[in-house]
């Protein structure tokens, strides 16, 4: 396990899949992240890539060809290696070398940067072609916060506050059998409960919004997720027997699931991103626990 930290956070983070599993707070003395019980959902703060969400089918044509794919992508199991590390900082570097040929027809670099400011904690993504062609891809966020964070609080006791783009009207989308379609225009965003029957209908997902937090009504602590310029963002609990698991994940995205309509070509996927040849994707989103 890789360790950063400051006078503020410790945050430690797995080298297979450059995956943040642990943030504790030194100033108040609270955990969290979410512990990555599998009894509710096995991982912490996956990276997704080179898809988000998932393909109709499973699969995607590309220049003629069929490829199978599963739900978000491979990125979040490859073991990185460490490419510049200080107290504060930490980089990791992934090349693909040739390997996901027979799922993904690129080759790539991704180099994923954890940087530590205060009660800050940045993720810078760079995404890198070695390609002769374009590329296309997609990449997001996945990070589960622990709630409650306090013994005495509840998950009734937390609410989410969306902050939309200036003058931009804010589109959700639902999930139906693994795939997306428009549900309207959203109002009512400035303050969400959190109820066990939020997420029952799987993922809120919403675009044109620059800032989630997660936060208690009686202790005030919780997260605020800054990911401005990322065109969707996901929220998200595993929802079992009638109830949602101790934690949320707000996951800003790059790129989106699969539409009921889409004629399965990568190049015309709804929310799909584009490198140039020999070029690179760069994006980041901020983490501010309170």
Request: proline share 4%; charged share 25%; with cysteine.
């Amino acid at each position: 396990m890789i360790v950063i930290e400051n006078d503020w956070l410790k945050v430690e983070i797995s080298p297979l899949g450059a995956e943040v599993r642990k943030v504790k707070h030194k100033k108040n003395g609270l955990d969290y992240m979410w512990t990555g019980d599998p009894a509710y959902w096995g991982r912490v703060s996956p990276v997704l890539f080179p898809i988000v969400g998932r393909l109709k089918e499973d699969r995607y044509k590309l220049e003629g060809e069929t490829y199978e794919m599963s739900q978000h992508g491979f990125l979040r199991d490859v073991e990185f290696e460490v490419d510049g590390q200080s107290q504060a900082d930490v980089s990791f570097r992934f090349e693909s070398g040739g390997r996901f040929g027979h799922v993904y027809p690129y080759e790539f670099i991704a180099i994923i940067r954890y940087t530590l400011n205060e009660d800050l904690l940045t993720v810078h993504w760079e995404i890198v072609n070695k390609n002769r062609d374009e590329m296309y891809f997609s990449i997001g966020a996945h990070p589960a916060f622990r709630i409650p964070l306090i013994e005495k609080e509840t998950i009734g006791d937390y609410n989410l506050h969306l902050i939309p783009i200036a003058n931009k009207n804010v589109m959700e989308y639902v999930i139906e059998n693994s795939l997306i379609r428009e549900k309207g225009t959203a109002n009512d965003l400035v303050s969400i409960p959190l109820t066990d029957s939020l997420f029952a209908q799987d993922a809120l997902i919403y675009n044109n919004i620059d800032q989630v937090t997660l936060s208690s009504n009686k202790s005030n602590h919780g997260v605020e997720v800054r990911f401005e310029g990322f065109p969707f963002v996901g929220i998200w609990s595993k929802y079992t027997d009638g109830k949602m698991a101790p934690f949320v994940c707000i996951e800003p995205w790059h790129g989106i699931a699969d539409t009921y309509d889409t004629n399965g070509n990568l190049k015309e996927k709804f929310g799909i991103n584009k490198i140039e040849p020999r070029e690179a994707f760069r994006a980041e989103y901020k983490m501010r626990f309170i």
